[in-house]
């Protein structure tokens, strides 16, 4: 339902967009997010949208780099990553939450993407 793409290999500083289609309408109504996990460590909240785009969120290490967008015409949600560093290197997984607005956690969210790997190199 909820499909990821997008990632791939890139030095750092260099930039990439991730892209996370849905086939059904509902999910337009949803607040969504993306979520990263590197190996070894947990999985953490990297940026959230409500459903109407208005309300975004991110978090403290993607501020400033990071933009999240959505568009429910084309029913996609888009994170635009900039000056990316080694550090960003993870696997990124878009969810949907059941509300229209958005939550840092990831317990919170009904519905999940397969993971798109991003890695940067230094």
């Known amino acids: 339902q909820l499909q990821a793409s997008g990632g791939g290999l890139v030095q750092a500083g260099g930039s990439l967009r991730l892209s996370c289609a849905h086939s059904e309408r509902l999910f337009s109504s949803y607040g969504m997010a993306w979520f990263r996990q590197a190996p070894g460590k947990e999985r953490e909240f990297v940026a959230g949208?409500?459903?109407?785009?208005?309300?975004?969120f991110y978090a403290d290490s993607v501020k400033g780099r990071f933009t999240l967008s959505r568009d429910n015409a084309k029913n996609t949600v888009d994170l635009q990553m900039n000056s990316l560093k080694p550090e960003d290197t993870a696997v990124y997984c878009c969810?949907?939450?059941?509300?229209?607005?958005?939550?840092?956690?990831?317990?919170?969210?009904?519905?999940w993407g397969q993971g798109t790997q991003v890695t940067v190199s230094s």
């Open positions: 949208i409500s459903w109407s785009g208005v309300n975004t």
């Open positions: 969810a949907a939450d059941g509300h229209r607005s958005f939550t840092v956690v990831a317990a919170s969210y009904d519905y």
